[in-house]
């Protein structure tokens, strides 16, 4: 009865959100560019869907638009956390280019320094050319709702990186939850406005709706605008990342628990949003793709020692068959779903077939692909490291054939075609269960015949020329590290001062401090 009345209350609030579209109707045929969405996730594991293989979770908008449109089963972020991340989707960089990668002891074990926190000065570059920066001299409009985390303090907020409008957080949503004696909760910005705080003024377990409503709400009034001005919105929801929550409507709705909850919320919030461009009539001038920032955490699984970690089986997200979480360079952490959407340019199901791509892509991709569907110019003698997937979502044809795994300032491994080599290999977060390890030779996998990366290949194993596979996948890791001018890190440093105390808190005397040192210890 309670997952009846969820699912009741969810109708109305759906209803609540889409009304008077209908009227609402633009000729998209007389728009020249694509309005763009994009939808990042947060902690999502590529078993976490239905369409990629979840038992329990019920996913049936997101299913739909992999029905119609394509969906990735080798699709990579750049970085297997979450700052690191999202530097990379927005700047077409990897993180060693882009600077937002930290050091520890010359070490890519610590995560601390891997992650922007509350007390982080670290900041993403303003030299750094951001999507909507790309976009806006093509004529493009653009909005973040959600999660930034790529600088804390005014001057590094989106709308100082190209967004029009901002509503949302500059980090995550913890993890102190209300405990402000270590670090203040996290404020609610609306552009560049201090709006509250999380737990203190606005009620968490509906932020993620109120996002939603953010961004349907935004996509109408662009749609309608007289200036037809194309649009991008990225759409950066953080209810799947630690601490859980979701919104009456759909607590105690999954059969996989908490979590479950919070996946089948975000998939109704991208029906919202999906429902949305169709009834206005956009749906064919729109390419929508939806990913995440990186494999599932954990340490929600793994029931480790830690203090304030808690041990509940039924919390976190899931890989499905594939090795490791969050934070690592093993399949779990960097292989995400990915699924393309845009009627009329990416054909669907045929015969109720859905259709699937296995060719390699990650996240940096698209930014190359915005920038050619866009007429966007991108500035001579810099770096990219994506290639546009429009070969894939048209014709099925590969765009590469190689990914590089970074890990802070190491490269850990590298995927070319079907075999995957670790250089180096580590445990998950702080734990560092396994330490971080070299491998000489690499550790070989065949990712098309052991996704699990359960089974290593050695000279005496192979069934095809060893020395030939090793040889090529060698020689590609040191062209890549040969190319890549590195960034000086930029999240080594932390101090209290900075956190978002201003303007009801008292702020801190600056003691900058090594980020691995306490209070780490509190995160």
């Known amino acids: 009865?309670?997952?009846?009345?969820?699912?009741?209350?969810?109708?109305?609030?759906?209803?609540?959100?889409?009304?008077?579209?209908?009227?609402?109707?633009?000729?998209?045929?007389?728009?020249?560019?694509?309005?763009?969405?994009?939808?990042?996730?947060?902690?999502?594991?590529?078993?976490?869907?239905?369409?990629?293989?979840?038992?329990?979770i019920r996913t049936p908008n997101l299913d739909r638009m992999?029905?119609?449109?394509?969906?990735?089963?080798?699709?990579?972020?750049?970085?297997?956390?979450?700052?690191?991340?999202?530097?990379?989707?927005?700047?077409?960089?990897?993180?060693?280019?882009?600077?937002?990668?930290?050091?520890?002891?010359?070490s890519a074990s610590n995560v601390m320094t891997q992650v922007l926190h509350a007390d982080g000065v670290g900041a993403l570059a303003h030299s750094e050319l951001t999507i909507p920066e790309m976009l806006a001299p093509a004529g493009?409009?653009?909005?973040?709702?959600?999660?930034?985390?790529?600088?804390?303090?005014?001057?590094?907020?989106?709308?100082?990186?190209?967004?029009?409008?901002?509503?949302?957080?500059?980090?995550?949503?913890?993890?102190?939850?209300?405990?402000?004696s270590v670090f203040p909760d996290m404020q609610v910005i609306n552009n560049t406005r201090v709006v509250g705080r999380l737990y203190k003024d606005y009620d968490i377990h509906l932020l993620n709706v109120n996002y939603i409503r953010a961004s349907v709400d935004y996509i109408k009034a662009r749609a309608t605008?007289?200036?037809?001005?194309?649009?991008?919105?990225?759409?950066?929801?953080?209810?799947?990342h630690i601490p859980l929550f979701t919104s009456p409507a759909f607590a105690g709705v999954s059969r996989r628990g908490l979590y479950g909850d919070c996946v089948e919320e975000l998939d109704w919030g991208v029906g919202q949003i999906l429902d949305a461009i169709r009834t206005l009539g956009i749906a064919n001038n729109t390419f929508v793709f939806f990913s995440s920032d990186n494999g599932p955490d954990r340490r929600l699984d793994l029931?480790?020692?830690?203090?304030?970690?808690?041990?509940?089986?039924?919390?976190?997200?899931?890989?499905?068959?594939?090795?490791?979480?969050?934070?690592?360079?093993?399949?779990?952490?960097?292989r995400e779903p990915g699924i393309a959407w845009w009627p009329g340019t990416i054909a669907g199901e045929e015969d109720g077939v859905a259709r699937v791509t296995t060719h390699l892509a990650w996240t940096m991709d698209l930014y190359a692909t915005y920038a050619e569907i866009s007429g966007a110019k991108l500035p001579a003698g810099v770096k990219y490291d994506g290639v546009s997937l429009m070969?894939?979502?048209?014709?099925?044809?590969?765009?590469?054939?190689?990914?590089?795994?970074?890990?802070?300032?190491?490269?850990?491994?590298?995927?070319?075609?079907?075999?995957?080599?670790?250089?180096?290999?580590?445990g998950?977060?702080?734990?560092?269960?396994?330490?971080?390890?070299?491998?000489?030779?690499?550790?070989?996998?065949?990712?098309?015949?052991?996704?699990?990366?359960?089974f290593p290949i050695t000279a005496q194993t192979a069934t095809y020329n060893y020395a030939q596979i090793m040889e090529s996948l060698n020689k590609t890791a040191q062209q890549h590290i040969a190319g890549v001018e590195m960034?000086?890190?930029?999240?080594?440093?932390?101090?209290?001062?900075?956190?978002?105390?201003?303007?009801?808190?008292?702020?801190?005397?600056s003691k900058p401090y090594d980020c691995c040192q306490d209070p780490c210890s509190s995160w």
């Open 1 to 56: 009865m309670a997952a009846r009345s969820s699912v009741h209350a969810t109708s109305i609030l759906a209803l609540a959100l889409i009304s008077g579209f209908a009227q609402c109707h633009i000729d998209a045929a007389s728009a020249t560019k694509p309005n763009i969405v994009l939808i990042y996730a947060d902690d999502l594991g590529w078993g976490d869907l239905s369409t990629y293989g979840h038992p329990t």
């Open 66 to 106: 992999a029905g119609e449109g394509l969906r990735f089963t080798h699709f990579y972020t750049a970085n297997a956390i979450c700052t690191p991340s999202r530097s990379s989707l927005l700047t077409g960089r990897l993180p060693v280019r882009n600077g937002m990668f930290g050091t520890w002891n010359n």
């Open 140 to 180: 493009y409009h653009s909005k973040l709702v959600g999660k930034w985390h790529l600088g804390i303090q005014e001057d590094n907020w989106p709308t100082s990186h190209g967004f029009d409008e901002f509503y949302g957080t500059p980090m995550m949503h913890g993890p102190n939850e209300g405990n402000q």
């Open 225 to 240: 605008d007289t200036s037809a001005k194309p649009f991008f919105l990225y759409f950066a929801p953080d209810n799947t």
């Open 303 to 334: 029931c480790k020692s830690l203090p304030g970690v808690a041990c509940d089986p039924t919390r976190g997200g899931s890989a499905g068959p594939l090795r490791g979480g969050k934070s690592t360079t093993w399949e779990g952490g960097v």
């Open 391 to 426: 070969p894939i979502l048209t014709e099925q044809v590969a765009s590469r054939d190689a990914l590089f795994h970074w890990r802070g300032n190491k490269l850990m491994a590298v995927r070319k075609n079907q075999f995957k080599a670790h250089f180096y290999t580590e």
């Open 428 to 454: 998950e977060f702080e734990w560092n269960d396994p330490p971080l390890r070299q491998h000489n030779p690499p550790i070989l996998f065949d990712i098309s015949q052991d996704p699990s990366e359960r």
């Open 487 to 509: 960034a000086l890190p930029v999240m080594n440093t932390c101090d209290k001062s900075v956190a978002l105390w201003k303007p009801d808190l008292p702020v801190p005397a």
